[in-house]
Nanobody, 125 residues
Framework: VQLQASGGGLVQAGGSLRLSCAAS????????MSWHRQAPGNQRELVAV???????NYADSVKGRFTISRDNAKNTVYLQMNSLRPEDTAVYYC????????????????????WGKGTQVTVSS
């Protein structure tokens, strides 16, 4: 499974951005999809997660401002970020915790913990 994130950029405080992350490969199913972020000098932290059934969970710091969603037909997860703050500045990474892909012989193969390369979000004050 390959993950390609996009949508990052520079925005003023109070502004909005929408991140997208598309999963590609011979995918049969994906379990949870999530967004994480890492600011300079900090550990990577979970921002939001969405299950295959659409249940969501958020870090306290983004509740009410960020919305995670997914399009299962497109194997894509989104992160709508509103009311951005300078402390939201970080590299944002998407993750797939578990996936089933089709092997070369058509058999299902099970994999876990896939990461995209990240997209930079910078919020100016």
């Amino acid at each position: 499974v390959q993950l390609q994130a996009s949508g990052g950029g520079l925005v003023q405080a109070g502004g909005s951005l929408r991140l997208s992350c598309a999963a590609s490969g011979s995918i049969l199913s994906i379990n949870d999809m999530s967004w994480h972020r890492q600011a300079p000098g900090n550990q990577r932290e979970l921002v939001a997660v969405i299950t295959s059934g659409g249940s969501t969970n958020y870090a306290d710091s983004v509740k009410g401002r960020f919305t995670i969603s997914r399009d299962n037909a497109k194997n894509t997860v989104y992160l709508q970020m509103n009311s951005l703050r300078p402390e939201d500045t970080a590299v944002y990474y998407c993750n797939v915790d578990r996936a089933v892909v089709r092997g070369s012989g058509g058999e299902p193969l099970y994999g876990m913990d896939f990461w995209g390369k990240g997209t930079q979000v910078t919020v100016s004050s």
